[in-house]
Each structure stands twice: as structure tokens, then as C-alpha cells.
T-cell receptor, first 110, second 113 residues
């Protein structure tokens, strides 16, 4: 069953701009993860934020988590054409399985 | 780096055939997963395994079975392929703790004619 839902479904920006994607979920979580998928390829793990964390950074990525609103956001700063991909949030509720959202397609134009 | 290898990138089979999709990981991970990915539906979990010879149903196990005879290998079996099983199939593995990320293969795009 889907738990995470990303918003927007698609996002088109210019190189150098920031991209923000949001994820909402329904039940309590142990952690929330963000993944990237280039066209026709597998998913690549970007960042994991635990339920007791509010913000996490990794390079140009910034993730926030608001457990009271059951939502997370992924910010990519100073985007590049190479950031063009689909981005998925996935929630973990304490076992080893993840529940993925349907993804946001990001297009970064040169 | 973790490497998850799926045996085929593209596969074409006929309705009614028995189809095997193979996945191998090289990081001694306890957990392995099979997903299918369809446009507009995202990733859906078919089966997963947390140990050799152990398997658990995911959200959409109907029409599929799995086999894990060795820790590094997890096979997905379509017992009698049907056209509605045309999809992208993704294998993943992860360490035993729930705070471990999943590592994915590049997928197998399966077409059932």
C-alpha cells in the first residue's frame, strides 16, 4: 500500500535554481528516506532521516521532517542538468521494508 | 560500493511461460527485495526475504514466487506469465537493521507477449 505521496508530480526549473519536493505520509515512521532514479535505471539512495531528527544535510541536499504534520521535504540547491531524474520518498516503520511514494519527476534545463 | 546485479536488462517472454528473474548482491546483506514499477503506480513490493530460505509476501505477491537458497541470490519466479505482468522489475538489498538504506539493481524490463 502507498504511504508516501510526493508533491508536485512534476517540476521543471532552470539550472542554478533550487528545487523543492514534498512528501506526505499517513502512519508513524521509524525513518524516511529519499531516493533518485535516472531514466531506465535503478534507484539510488540519497539521504535517510530518522523520526527524531528534524533536518539533515548532504552536499546540496537538505531534508526536513515534521512528524507532527507527517511530512518531509527535499531541497536541492543550485540545481544542475545532471539532477534531472525522478525522486522518491520512502517510509520505514521499524521493519526492513520500505513503502515508496509515486515520485516527483524533476527536469532541470540548461 | 554495494553492487546488486540483475541478470537481464531486457527480457521478452510469451504468455504462459515460466519466467525466472535473478538477482545477486555482493555485500552479504541479510535482506533482499523484489519490486515492480509501473507508470503512475510507483514501486510496489512483491516479496522480500530476511534470511536464506525465508520469504515474506509483500503487497502484490499474486502470480509470483521467490527462492533464496543462498544469501547472495534472490530469484523471482513468474509461474505462468501473463500480459499484466509486463513491467519493470527491481531488486534491492539491505543490511539487517531497519535504519539501513536499500541498494538497487538496474532493473529488468520484462515484456510478456
Amino acid at each position: 500500500s502507498q504511504q508516501g505521496e510526493e508533491d508536485p508530480q512534476a517540476l521543471s526549473i532552470q539550472e542554478g535554481e533550487n528545487a523543492t519536493m514534498n512528501c506526505s505520509y499517513k502512519t508513524s515512521i521509524n525513518n524516511l528516506q529519499w531516493y533518485r532514479q535516472n531514466s531506465g535505471r535503478g534507484l539510488v539512495h540519497l539521504i535517510l532521516i530518522r523520526s527524531n531528527e528534524r533536518e539533515k544535510h548532504s552536499g546540496r541536499l537538505r531534508v526536513t521532517l515534521d512528524t507532527s504534520k507527517k511530512s518531509s521535504s527535499l531541497l536541492i540547491t543550485a540545481s544542475r542538468a545532471a539532477d534531472t531524474a525522478s525522486y522518491f520518498c520512502a517510509t520505514n516503520s521499524g521493519y526492513s521494508t520500505l513503502t515508496f511514494g509515486k515520485g516527483t519527476m524533476l527536469l532541470v534545463s540548461p | 560500493d554495494v553492487k546488486v546485479t540483475q541478470s537481464s536488462r531486457y527480457l521478452v517472454k510469451r504468455t504462459g511461460e515460466k519466467v525466472f528473474l535473478e538477482c545477486v548482491q555482493d555485500m552479504d546483506h541479510e535482506n533482499m527485495f523484489w519490486y515492480r514499477q509501473d507508470p503512475g503506480l510507483g514501486l510496489r513490493l512483491i516479496y522480500f526475504s530476511y534470511d536464506v530460505k525465508m520469504k515474506e509476501k509483500g503487497d502484490i505477491p499474486e502470480g509470483y514466487s521467490v527462492s533464496r537458497e543462498k544469501k547472495e541470490r534472490f530469484s523471482l519466479i513468474l509461474e505462468s506469465a501473463s500480459t499484466n505482468q509486463t513491467s519493470m522489475y527491481l531488486c534491492a538489498s539491505s543490511g539487517g537493521h531497519s535504519n539501513q538504506p536499500q541498494h538497487f539493481g538496474d532493473g529488468t524490463r520484462l515484456s510478456i507477449l
